[in-house]
């Protein structure tokens, strides 16, 4: 894909005698929606991993906006523009959902102040709760705004991750398993907001996840991974079909 944001090429990781990426390549375009599947073991979360910077290739590249990124550390990464959230939340406890957005809004602009903070000195400026309130609509999350997040549901405390995840503006949101613990109908709403999301803010979407029926509602491009290497890529319909595909990862040969 020429242009890409995001460009992974011939990327390997071992572990021992294990192979987990195969020279394994990926591209994403400005605003695309790429989904990543496969049955365990197949090699997501490394693949996830060496492109955040959490486990770092053996060999191969990973460059974002034609910048070479594979050696820089993952806080970096983020502040070029690359928000993730996590199949284990991190969210803390005792802190209200406005809060952790308004954190993650003034970590990514550098206006923490820690002493201030400390102290309860800190003012937030009026742009940085106007984009948190902005923010909050979008997630349809307003209404809980001063709720502590010890007490939302787990749908809820999934939006609020993706919500910290997209303070910084980013141009590519990595999802992991956002999903994980949802039940059809919070999945639905998440699936709905991820594509708001990327209508509102022309943000690109890497999708690691086991749902196929979010996947579909979400990407434009699916990839396929069985034993660290890409066995297909094409839209959803095009790879659910392919016969490769519903044998490794459908375990079906109809």
Not at 143 to 151: F, G, K
Not at 231 to 252: F, I, K, N, P, T
Request: glycine letters at 12%.
């Amino acid at each position: 894909m020429t242009g890409a944001l995001l460009r992974a090429r011939d990327i390997s990781r071992r572990f021992g005698g294990i192979t987990a990426l195969a020279e394994l390549s990926l591209d994403v375009g400005e605003g695309e929606a790429v989904g990543v599947v496969g049955p365990n073991g197949a090699g997501k979360t490394t693949l996830f991993n060496c492109l955040l910077g959490l486990t770092p290739p053996d060999t191969g590249t990973v460059e974002f906006d034609g910048r070479r990124i594979d050696r820089m550390p993952v806080w970096r990464r983020s502040r070029l523009g690359i928000g993730r959230t996590y199949q284990r939340m991190e969210l803390f406890r005792g802190m209200t959902v406005a809060d952790h957005l308004l954190v993650a809004e003034q970590a990514h602009a550098g206006t923490v102040r820690l002493w201030g903070d400390l102290l309860h000195h800190a003012r937030p400026s009026r742009e940085e709760l106007d984009h948190v309130e902005s923010a909050l609509r979008l997630l349809g999350l307003d209404e809980l705004a001063d709720r502590p997040v010890d007490v939302l549901s787990l749908g809820h405390a999934r939006l609020v991750e993706l919500g910290r995840a997209m303070m910084g503006r980013p141009r590519l949101l990595m999802l992991d398993e956002p999903s994980s613990g949802l039940d059809a109908a919070e999945t639905a709403r998440l699936a709905s907001i991820i594509t708001d999301v990327r209508r509102s803010e022309g943000t690109a979407v890497v999708l690691v996840e086991h749902d196929l029926t979010l996947v579909g509602d979400v990407v434009d491009r699916l990839c396929v991974l069985d034993f660290g290497r890409m066995l297909a890529v094409g839209s959803v319909g095009e790879v659910m079909a392919d016969e490769r595909v519903r044998q490794a990862y459908l375990g079906s040969g109809a």
